[in-house]
Structure formats: structure tokens, C-alpha cells
């Protein structure tokens, strides 16, 4: 351990890597769990906007926070909702080593990953400008996160080799496709990050499908599955209404004021 620029750094296999505030005043900290499994279950079987709905009735948040903008885009568009709690770090791909040809040890940023609670999803902010020189995840990083208990991952940088980490089952996140993975390193592990305009601290609680990925507030998360059955039911009700033979702007108007 040592002191770079007021910072922490830990020493791995010859290189520094740099921890964030937060992750060097509690380095042997494991995050606990505070959800209920059966309410990560009811999570997954909702879609991400039906969420968005919910989270909105609460008034914790303005409406047009909480969620990453149109530049982070889901790459399995088919596959089911997740959640998953945040391990964040952030991430370059742009320059070289100052020795050597490749960033190698990672022992660091897996255990960091490790401090969070299962299902977790890994959350990395390219810091290049631009972002998405080269892809840190590809087929072989991806068997290494499912490893490691992680359902997702999300960037505003690259990804790559989508076929092989859709096989793995990692659902991904991210603001582009690259070929190569260029000069891709982790630092600030457990920092603050941001992607697409979305803040993520690490153990956040996210939630993400085809539609994109926002945050969970957590004192609310255990309800947001009720107040998303009765969401539904009251689009449906509208839906019904509009394709049925009663239908007139009359009628829907009293049912709109009536769901206000």
C-alpha cells in the first residue's frame, strides 16, 4: 500500500491500482445483503418501465433521474429483466503501461467485486474521451464475472465477442462495440461512477431489461413489485377501455381523472 496524489494505492503484480475514498477507508468491509430474496424474484418478473412507473409514485427523485440516458444501450434485448447490486470502478483502454505491454493483475478489482452482495452487477466508467476505445469485457472476462456471481455489466464504453458472453449469460450494458480491447485497465474500485448521465455507488440496487437500466432506491425496493401489479392494472384498464365498442374521449377522460 502507499500514497499516490492523497490516494490509497494498492501494489499488485508490479502495478498500482488505484482505490477509490470510499473503498480505502473500509477495504474489509463486505456489503450485507438488504433485500429480501423473494423480492429480488418479484423484481425480475417486472419489465424496467413498469419499475420506472412505480419508483415515480414515491416522489424520492425528479422523473428524469434515476436511469441511464439513450447512449447506454442493452445488447440482449431478449433476455429477461435483471437485478442485481453495483460493483463499481472505473476504466481506461486508451494508454499503454508505463512497463510492460498489457495490464494483467486483476486480484484487486475481483475481491472488490466480491464486497458486494449476490446477484451483483458490475458498473465501470470509461473514462476515456471519448469513451469505448477498446472493450474490457469479452468472452473471457464474462466467464470470470458469472464466476464471480454477476448477472450484468454495464459501461459507457465497449463491449465485444457478443456472441460467446450472450452464451455465458451476462447481460450487458454498454455505449458501443469495439474489436479490440486496446489497453484496458480498472482503478478507483467502489468510486462513485457515472454512466449515461446515471450515478452508481457501489451496492447500489439496479434493474435493467431491453429498455435500459435505472437505480432502486432501496428503502422502497420491497414495494415496488405491489405498486407495480396495481400500475399495470390500471394501464390496463385504459387499454381495454380503448378497444372496446364504449369507447369516447368522454369516458376516457373520467377514467384518466379517476387514476390521477
Same mark, same amino acid.
Given at each position: ?17 488505484? /482505490? ?10 463486505? /456489503?450485507?445483503?438488504?433485500? %429480501?430474496? =423473494?423480492?429480488?424474484?418479484? @423484481?425480475?418478473?417486472?419489465?424496467? +418501465? ?6 415515480? $409514485?414515491? &416522489? ?13 444501450? +442493452? ?15 472505473? @476504466?481506461? $483502454? ?17 475481491? =472488490?467485486?466480491? %464486497? ?20 474490457? /469485457? ?5 466467464? $470470470?464475472?458469472?464466476?464471480?456471481? +454477476? ?20 447481460? @450487458? ?17 467502489? =468510486? ?39 400500475? &399495470?392494472?390500471?394501464? &390496463? ?15 376516457? =377522460? ?7
Amino acid at each position: 500500500m502507499g500514497l499516490v496524489d492523497g490516494r490509497l494505492t494498492a501494489i499488485t503484480g508490479g502495478h498500482k491500482v488505484r /482505490l477509490s475514498d470510499e473503498k480505502a477507508k473500509g477495504m474489509s468491509m463486505v /456489503l450485507a445483503p438488504t433485500i %429480501d430474496e =423473494s423480492v429480488l424474484d418479484a @423484481l425480475r418478473s417486472i419489465d424496467t +418501465c413498469v419499475v420506472s412507473n412505480a419508483i415515480e $409514485t414515491f &416522489q424520492l427523485r425528479l422523473r428524469n433521474t434515476g436511469f441511464a440516458d439513450a447512449r447506454i444501450r +442493452c445488447m440482449f434485448e431478449d433476455f429477461p429483466p435483471l437485478v442485481g447490486y453495483a460493483a463499481t470502478a472505473r @476504466l481506461r $483502454t486508451g494508454a499503454p503501461p508505463m512497463s510492460g505491454s498489457t495490464y494483467r493483475d486483476q486480484a484487486d478489482w475481483w475481491n =472488490s467485486i466480491l %464486497d458486494v452482495p449476490a446477484p451483483r452487477i458490475v458498473v465501470l466508467e470509461d473514462m476515456d474521451k471519448p469513451p469505448g476505445v477498446g472493450a474490457f /469485457l469479452g468472452d473471457m472476462h464474462a466467464a $470470470t464475472l458469472r464466476a464471480l456471481g +454477476c448477472v450484468g455489466f454495464v459501461t459507457d464504453g465497449a463491449v465485444r465477442e457478443l456472441p460467446r458472453v450472450r452464451e455465458a449469460g451476462l447481460q @450487458l450494458f454498454a455505449g458501443n462495440v469495439a474489436v479490440s480491447h486496446a489497453y484496458a485497465h480498472i482503478f478507483d474500485l467502489g =468510486s462513485v461512477v457515472k454512466i449515461g448521465g446515471l450515478e452508481v455507488k457501489q451496492g447500489d440496487l439496479l434493474h435493467g431489461d431491453r429498455h435500459g437500466i435505472l437505480t432502486i432506491p432501496i428503502q422502497i425496493a420491497a414495494e415496488i413489485p405491489g405498486v407495480a401489479g396495481r400500475l &399495470q392494472a390500471d394501464e &390496463q384498464r385504459v387499454i381495454d377501455f380503448c378497444r372496446s365498442r364504449e369507447f369516447s374521449v368522454e369516458k376516457l =377522460s373520467k377514467i384518466m381523472k379517476a387514476l390521477a
